[in-house]
């Protein structure tokens, strides 16, 4: 089929102008720069202008995430493409200010400006278009990879949902090491592209007036980079022993289970903490529970067995059991039904804060089960569509624990994009990335089991030590194992941007890391032939991580605040603020201001310090941390401070 004829039936199908078929059409002009335009004047203009793009953008990247397949792929690099070339541009006309007068506001816009983006483009437009081609193919190759083993008609292919299953619900060692292996076999293809990927978010960082894409990303923080580098380690260095005695606690129940395979020489093994990345060690309750029999709090268990009630209901419904095709379309009714509910109980802790209801378009158009019928990036993520009230989850939901509280989560950030939607879109962010992330993380914390009993989810929990202890483990499982791995991934990167980190020590530099911050390795060898940091989403998503390590301190301190401010007065693991509207609307106050000034002023006017601080933190976990030394004493504690396997054996392991 010739072009002209693709263009007559595009035109026929699409009904579009024949100028659009033509191969050798000009790219529009982009709106004329209005002469002598004040600073205030430009700032005004790129709102205006970013409002009126952003829609594109992200109906571009949802398509992408949401329907994974080539020609998504393609909308969302162009229309990343296009984004990023008009940013270049709005910073190249905002140099034109440097050194004049202008309002503050307009001065912090600007700024934000320069730092919208995490992956600086380079000004080259044959370069820009391949840096977007690479950052959407890898998304993209996470999104849709899977472990196959067998061949032909004995194929069998697991996506990371399943994979992950087996490390939540097996004790099976090797059924657990096959599955992690399998799993991180997926990024092995993306090394040559991350490879590049850098050079290229490098070289857009260096156009822009920094070192490299890491000295950008640590300027987003009112402070500069060295200052938010030596934070987190002073942040790191408060909690760092609660971390040490949980760590030696986990050890100890893991050689009990399993005999010479529980620890590699001191640190845990990757692939039995039941999360593929070592974050949240949730799913080892049944090994870590501290007193069995002490009141229930088998989250998951509650949710699965509502699960399977609305299942029965809809089967009683019919008048026969249904088969085959039948039966599917019934049970995927009530997986609908339960992450609906689910969703729906997480607004509701929201709106018995004063804040308002989901809006419409979030139940009509967010993604909350696995579609049955293309590939789809089932990372948990939050979407402001059109900046006003086109809010939405993407998320693969199951009735689990880790599932329960993700929502929670996202709902955070939907909040929060619903709270600042009349700033400016330059101001439409979090006070800082770590805003962004513990606002829901601050919800999770008064999820207490007084609160998830009243919801049917736990028994009435007994008041006592035995009960206390219990409760405290069940959150730092989540909070507390996951505050090395905010840090390390980060870590990972900014070494990798500064060239410290060279491309054929990838593997080796990551694994040392996660033992010198996690204490934790892998159980076999991890050379150079394979690209781990890849099987993680953020990094071929190019999602900065530091945020989240911020988060961990932050909802602690917020938490502590909303309980004061509730009038609540007791030990503060105890507090929740569900159905507080005094406390809901300090909250939604803070919400409310987005970016639209510096951090301190935010948090000050919520907490009344200006500084993050880990000391809520410590006052939540006391109790469990005076237990954990008591446990733990007579052990050796620590570990090595990299891994025993980290780079031997390149090439020994086929996967």
């Given at each position: ?7 007559l ?18 790219p529009a ?30 109906a ?7 329907y994974?397949?080539?020609d998504?792929?393609?909308?969302a ?9 008009q940013?270049?541009?709005w ?30 483009a ?10 977007t ?10 999104g849709?990879?899977?472990?196959c083993?067998?061949e032909?008609d004995?194929?069998?292919c ?17 059924q657990q090491?096959d ?7 997926i990024?092995?293809?993306m090394r040559n592209?991350y ?5 290229l978010?490098n ?27 030596a934070?987190?380690?002073r942040?790191?260095?408060?909690v760092k ?27 845990l ?6 999360n593929m990345?070592?974050?949240?060690w949730?799913?080892?309750w ?27 209901k ?6 026969g059991?249904?088969?085959g095709?039948?039966r599917v379309?019934?049970e ?5 039904d339960?992450?609906t ?7 509701d ?11 419409k ?6 993604m ?5 019928d ?8 939050a ?6 009230d ?9 009735p689990t ?12 950030h ?6 600042y ?8 962010s979090?006070a800082?990335d ?6 829901g993380?601050?919800?999770v ?13 736990v ?5 006592s030590?035995?009960?206390?202890i219990n ?50 390795a892998?159980?076999?060898?991890r050379g150079?032939?394979f ?8 990094v ?6 530091t945020?989240?390590?911020l ?5 602690f301190?917020?938490?502590r ?8 007065d007791?030990?503060l ?13 300090k909250f939604?106050?803070?919400l409310?201001?987005g ?15 200006e500084?993050?601080d880990?000391?809520a ?13 008591d446990?733990n004493e ?9 891994a ?12």
């Amino acid at each position: 089929m010739t072009y002209r004829k693709l263009c007559l039936l595009a035109l026929v199908a699409a009904g579009l102008a024949l100028s659009a078929c033509k191969r050798d059409a000009a790219p529009a002009a982009g709106p004329a720069i209005p002469e002598d335009e004040t600073a205030d004047q430009f700032i005004a203009r790129v709102n205006d202008e970013i409002r009126e793009m952003y829609p594109e953008l992200t109906a571009s990247q949802w398509l992408s995430s949401t329907y994974i397949n080539d020609d998504s792929q393609l909308l969302a690099a162009k229309g990343n493409e296009r984004w990023l070339t008009q940013l270049n541009a709005w910073i190249d006309q905002a140099r034109r200010f440097e050194g004049q007068k202008m309002s503050p506001a307009t001065a912090r816009a600007i700024n934000l400006l320069k730092l919208s983006t995490a992956m600086p483009a380079p000004k080259d437009p044959a370069r820009l278009a391949e840096l977007t081609r690479i950052a959407t193919k890898m998304e993209g190759m996470y999104g849709s990879g899977a472990y196959c083993v067998g061949e032909g008609d004995a194929e069998r292919c697991r996506q990371l949902g399943e994979l992950e299953d087996v490390l939540r619900r097996s004790r099976d060692y090797d059924q657990q090491l096959d599955a992690w292996r399998g799993w991180h076999s997926i990024a092995q293809p993306m090394r040559n592209d991350y490879v590049r990927f850098v050079e290229l978010v490098n070289e857009g960082a260096r156009d822009m007036g920094f070192a490299d894409a890491g000295e950008m990303w640590r300027s987003g923080y009112d402070m500069s980079p060295a200052e938010i580098a030596a934070e987190t380690d002073r942040l790191w260095g408060q909690v760092k022993p609660l971390y040490e005695q949980l760590h030696c606690y986990a050890r100890t129940r893991l050689e009990a289970k399993y005999p010479d395979r529980g620890s590699v020489e001191g640190l845990l093994p990757a692939h039995l903490m039941g999360n593929m990345w070592q974050q949240d060690w949730s799913n080892l309750w049944d090994i870590l529970e501290p007193y069995p029999n002490t009141g229930s709090l088998d989250v998951t268990g509650a949710l699965e067995a509502q699960h399977r009630e609305g299942l029965d209901k809809r089967l009683a419904a019919l008048s026969g059991l249904p088969e085959g095709a039948e039966r599917v379309e019934i049970e995927r009714k009530a997986q609908v039904d339960s992450a609906t509910a689910i969703t729906r109980r997480a607004e509701d802790f929201y709106t018995s804060l004063g804040m308002p209801a989901l809006p419409k378009p979030f139940w009509q158009k967010s993604m909350l089960i696995k579609p049955r019928d293309r590939e789809v990036v089932c990372h948990a993520s939050a979407w402001p569509m059109d900046m006003a009230d086109d809010v939405r989850i993407k998320m693969c939901i199951e009735p689990t624990e880790e599932d329960f509280t993700t929502v929670y989560h996202e709902l955070g950030h939907i909040y929060y994009y619903l709270a600042y939607e009349d700033q400016p879109p330059l101001f439409q962010s979090g006070a800082h990335d770590g805003f962004h992330e513990a606002i829901g993380d601050t919800i999770v914390l008064a999820m207490t089991p007084q609160y998830l009993s009243s919801i049917g989810l736990v028994d009435e929990q007994q008041q006592s030590q035995a009960g206390l202890i219990n409760s405290q483990m069940r959150m730092a499982l989540a909070k507390v194992a996951f505050l090395p791995f905010g840090l390390m991934i980060d870590r990972w990167r900014w070494g990798v941007f500064d060239g410290s980190i060279a491309p054929d020590e990838y593997n080796s530099a990551w694994w040392d890391l996660k033992a010198q911050y996690q204490g934790v390795a892998p159980a076999t060898p991890r050379g150079e032939d394979f690209f781990d940091p890849g099987a993680k989403y953020h990094v071929p998503g190019n999602t900065p991580y530091t945020r989240y390590f911020l988060s961990h301190i932050l909802q602690f301190q917020f938490y502590r605040a909303l309980c004061d401010a509730s009038g609540y007065d007791g030990p503060l693991y105890d507090c929740s603020f569900y159905g507080d509207e005094a406390a809901g609307q300090k909250f939604w106050a803070m919400l409310g201001k987005g970016a639209s000034q510096p951090w301190q002023q935010t948090l000050k006017e919520l907490t009344g310090t200006e500084t993050m601080d880990a000391s809520a933190v410590l006052e939540y976990f006391a109790p469990l941390q005076d237990w954990l030394e008591d446990q733990n004493e007579g052990q050796a504690c620590g570990w090595p401070a990299a891994a025993p396997v980290a780079g031997a054996g390149a090439g020994t392991e086929s996967e």
